[in-house]
């Protein structure tokens, strides 16, 4: 099929004209809150879903208590070693992440249940700047603190149990600082909390 005199080259304009509207609607997403635009937009930002799979395990095969250090958003240093004896709720997440954003009233309820029984909740957050996750926070009421990863040095230090990119993922550590179970992929409350009290009477 011959291609009509000037054809090619209106094609590219019309390629061109699309990307520069693509690139627009690019533009118009940066703004000073990025967390409601990336609600808004609902694309996830690369999230790639866990299946929702709930593991827990024996006490004899949990292995060497988990090594981290890390700092908070508001510059507390955090260690491991700080947890010797509690049993400790670690959740993978983000600000753009969907499940993230279903799973954080459910996380902030437990904490508020377990807190006084000495559970210690911490959220690990692979991608924000500050003023993301404090907004994160702030909209879904979220009290308990969380460790600035954006490096990913604590994801690393666990992939053996958080896939990298499988955010989010809840871990539950024993008081000897072991993980005990993993919800890998948005968790169910009641699930949680099972696994906790697991925990706990362990």
């Known amino acids: 099929m011959n291609t009509p005199p000037g054809g090619g080259m209106a094609r590219r304009s019309i390629l061109t004209g699309l990307a520069a509207v693509a690139s627009l609607g690019l533009a118009a997403c940066a703004g000073p809150d990025p967390l409601a635009q990336q609600a808004a937009a609902g694309d996830n930002k690369n999230y790639i879903a866990g299946d929702g799979s709930v593991q827990e395990y024996a006490a004899e095969s949990r292995g060497a208590p988990v090594a981290l250090s890390a700092d908070l958003y508001n ?10 004896g509690k049993v400790t709720v670690l959740n993978f997440w983000y600000a753009a ?3 993230c954003r279903v799973e954080a009233p459910h996380l902030e309820a437990l904490y508020q249940e377990f807190a006084p029984q000495g559970v210690l909740f ?3 957050n692979v991608r924000d700047e500050k003023p993301t996750a404090e907004a994160f926070e702030r909209t879904f009421g979220v009290t308990y603190p969380s460790v600035q990863d954006k490096d990913g040095k604590v994801l ?4 053996r149990f ?10 539950v550590l024993d008081k000897e600082g072991r993980v005990a179970a993993r919800i890998l992929g948005g968790l169910d409350k009641s699930t949680l909390k099972a ?3 697991s925990t706990l009477q362990a």
Not at 156 to 159: G, P, V
Not at 162 to 171: D, F, G, I, N, R
């Open 122 to 124: 911490y959220g690990i």
């Open 156 to 159: 690393l230090s666990m992939t």
């Open 162 to 171: 958080v896939p990298p990119q499988a955010v989010p993922t809840t871990l």
């Open 75 to 84: 510059g507390t240093p955090v260690s491991s070693t700080d947890w010797a």
């Open 195 to 197: 696994l906790i009290d």
């Open 97 to 99: 992440c969907a499940p």
